[in-house]
């Protein structure tokens, strides 16, 4: 008889916003190379159906000759990807100590503070818990969370080189798995304890509870201070067991899922499989007679060998290479695991028949579920998921490859950061060789050499052509000596990430001052707010920007978008007020536009500063006349009746709208958004480290492609 896994009714109930919950978040112990840090981002492999364990293939950001590849070898066509340090974003602690994530049927009653077992200050974490179906993950000491900035060079790769990578599981791994299997970690939470636990029984649905105790643990060994008290057996894990105190325990993780057609034709393929099973660290085995679940899992366990002392795991690890028969009767059939990618998936070969490969992120169906477009139990049931992402998502084919793509209005209001992905879509994802020192994931670079304007450059030139008086500045004169680098910065005011990407910028070209090179800067402009969804029919109210991004996000998602701009913002040095304003930003722009054109970068920089700390620093109203009077007055752009009569005309209006529709035209949904010498986009927040690097290579660069030069299979020309 066919059963579910313990991470399949796991996976069902804890899946969020947050990611994906894995049953077994320790490394595993025959990865010696992986054991320190744990699963790493780039990682291509499995979610194991019988024990919940991510079976890694090959990791795309390790080079080929790296001693875990040694091993594994490597798929045809590798080639990794390049990450330091700035091109992952980390949250420390996005996840507090004590937080607890369930499924929607548990209910955390409170904890309980009072000492146990003459353990003075043991916490314990109680809950109620209904229908037959739950699950439950606690975070002790919280969770670390990581994610790569651009995941794009993942998931170009994925559309490149899907087939050959199920072709090395099989052929050369030797893995017996179904076609809709593979899983490309882009993002994690990493852990430094845990506990979990997942119930199922048909049988009965009257509601019990439980509790988890938090007690002092034995060097390390969270086993020994925490423990599970329930009045109905369930299965539960504690870790972890190895006493190393390193947060490398990925209980959560994120990125895309790739199916192939064959995964569609025919009954599914099932997994038969033979990875070792976790240790399970329950103490109430023989309590637990009546859980139908713990049952056939133990009996799986009993047929690997796991036991719980140490002693036996090493006997076990040691004889099994004596194994010469393994008789599969004892195990009973697995059923896939759940997961809402594979569902996407399915339906996405269903309804492009053209299409050979379907590829599903997680944001996909998580950003549906942050911004309560998606309820959880809609989340479990295949037609009601399907329903909400046809809604809200087109299906794309490029190369035989189909994947989803907003179809407006999920990702417009807040600056682009951590996994979300601008749509850009036209834009080519190359790895410049000329620029190879620049993370991959930073910049993207347009071949100059094709015979149709690339989309940057149509950008540049739509946007430098409405109209004239609004295309050059007229900065400061500088040596004709000098390399020339125009840079564009598309941004909004009401953004912190965008004042932030300012400051940021600024201090990269003051760290650029000795190169030979001169710069012209120019802001332009971006709406992020659409003023029809502000309640402004009344003029005394006012719309906050926490409550705001809470009401669009969720408060999940909000409370990390937030925390992260207020951690960068004081990296950058800048001081943010708890609060702003969310308001238009036309009028602003305007002022901005004028402030170049008669002043050039210098005059729109000092205009630009003065409105960013107005409104992200001290709370004003930037769309209020009398502020942006001021504004102008303070920076020495109008008087006051010049600026006042300004505001109240239409000059430049045109103009600003113009530039803000042909930005958003191209693809560009997100803030901010740099184009450096009109062939190099830098989206999001990055590191002043990132400009540097990009600024001093184009500084030995000639501006225009010199003759005999030569075209790279990255797609730039060289000399």
């Not at 060097?219 to 009045?231: D, E, K, L, V």
């Not at 103009?655 to 191209?666: F, I, L, P, Q, R």
Request: with cysteine.
């Amino acid at each position: 008889m066919a059963v579910r896994s313990p991470q399949d009714i796991y996976a069902r109930q804890v899946s969020s916003s947050r990611g994906y919950p894995m049953w077994t978040p320790e490394p595993s112990s025959q990865l010696l190379s992986y054991r320190p840090e744990g699963l790493r981002i780039g990682d291509v492999g499995v979610v194991v159906p019988e024990n919940g364990n991510f079976d890694i293939f090959f990791n795309l950001c390790l080079p080929k000759d790296h001693r875990f590849h040694q091993v594994t070898g490597v798929p045809e066509g590798f080639n990794p990807i390049e990450l330091n340090d700035a091109d992952i974003e980390t949250i420390p602690n996005a996840e507090g100590a004590g937080q607890v994530l369930t499924g929607p049927s548990v209910t955390r009653v409170e904890s309980d503070r009072e000492p146990r077992n003459g353990q003075s200050g043991a916490t314990g974490y109680k809950f109620n818990l209904s229908s037959n179906e739950g699950g439950i993950l606690i975070l002790p000491e919280g969770a670390d969370r990581h994610d790569v900035r651009d995941p794009r060079p993942f998931f170009e790769q994925a559309c490149r080189h899907a087939a050959a990578w199920y072709h090395f599981a099989e052929e050369h791994l030797g893995r017996i798995i179904s076609h809709d299997a593979i899983y490309v970690i882009t993002g994690i939470h990493k852990a430094r304890s845990w506990s979990l636990a997942g119930y199922q029984n048909e049988q009965r649905s009257d509601d019990f509870s439980a509790q988890f105790i938090v007690g002092a643990s034995e060097g390390g060994n969270m086993a020994a201070g925490y423990r599970w008290q329930t009045t109905r057996s369930m299965d539960w894990r504690i870790g972890p067991f190895d006493g190393l105190g390193i947060p490398n325990q990925a209980v959560l993780i994120r990125g895309f899922k790739i199916a192939l057609r064959s995964a569609v034709q025919g009954v599914p393929q099932r997994w038969v499989s033979f990875h070792p099973s976790p240790p399970s660290l329950r103490s109430n085995r023989r309590d637990s007679g009546d859980s139908w679940l713990g049952n056939v899992w133990r009996g799986i366990s009993r047929t690997i060998g796991v036991s719980n002392d140490g002693a036996d795991r090493s006997a076990v690890l040691a004889s099994r290479e004596n194994v010469v028969r393994i008789e599969i009767s004892r195990i009973p059939e697995i059923l896939p695991v759940f997961h809402p990618s594979d569902v996407i998936n399915q339906y996405i070969l269903q309804r492009e028949p053209s299409a050979k490969v379907a590829i599903t992120r997680d944001s996909d169906w998580g950003s549906l579920l942050d911004k309560s477009l998606l309820k959880h139990e809609e989340l479990l049931q295949d037609e009601l998921l399907v329903k909400a992402v046809s809604e809200r998502y087109n299906i794309v084919v490029r190369g035989g490859v189909a994947y989803l793509e907003s179809k407006g209005g999920l990702d417009t209001c807040v600056a682009t950061t951590g996994d979300a992905t601008p749509t850009m879509q036209s834009v080519q994802l190359t790895h410049p060789e000329s620029l190879s020192i620049v993370s991959e994931s930073s910049y993207r670079c347009i071949d100059s050499t094709d015979s149709e304007s690339t989309p940057a450059e149509s950008l540049s030139a739509n946007l430098q052509s409405i109209p004239s008086k609004f295309a050059t500045g007229t900065g400061p004169a500088s040596p004709e000596s000098l390399r020339p680098i125009k840079i564009i910065v598309i941004s909004d005011y009401i953004c912190g990430f965008c004042y932030i990407c300012d400051k940021i910028l600024r201090d990269a070209i003051e760290a650029c001052r000795g190169l030979p090179v001169r710069f012209d800067v120019e802001f332009r402009p971006f709406t992020l707010v659409d003023l029809s969804a502000l309640p402004v029919a009344n003029p005394n109210t006012v719309v906050y920007r926490n409550a705001y991004v809470t009401k669009k996000f969720g408060n999940e998602q909000a409370e990390m978008k937030l925390k992260a701009m207020n951690e960068f913002g004081v990296k950058a040095g800048l001081t943010l007020a708890e609060d702003s304003i969310v308001c238009g930003t036309i009028q602003a722009h305007r002022l901005s536009a004028k402030a170049y054109k008669d002043g050039g970068q210098v005059l729109q920089d000092k205009f630009n500063e003065f409105i960013f700390d107005a409104c992200l620093a001290k709370m004003a109203n930037i769309s209020d006349e009398d502020v942006l009077v001021d504004a102008a007055v303070n920076t020495g752009l109008m008087n006051k009746e010049q600026a006042t009569e300004f505001l109240r005309s239409t000059e430049y209006l045109d103009c600003v709208e113009t530039m803000n529709e042909a930005a958003k035209a191209k693809g560009i949904n997100g803030v901010p958004f740099v184009i450096i010498d009109g062939k190099w986009a830098v989206n999001g927040l990055q590191p002043k480290e990132c400009f540097v690097q990009i600024f001093r290579k184009l500084s030995h660069l000639p501006t225009s492609t010199a003759p005999g030069t030569t075209k790279t299979e990255q797609g730039v020309e060289v000399q």
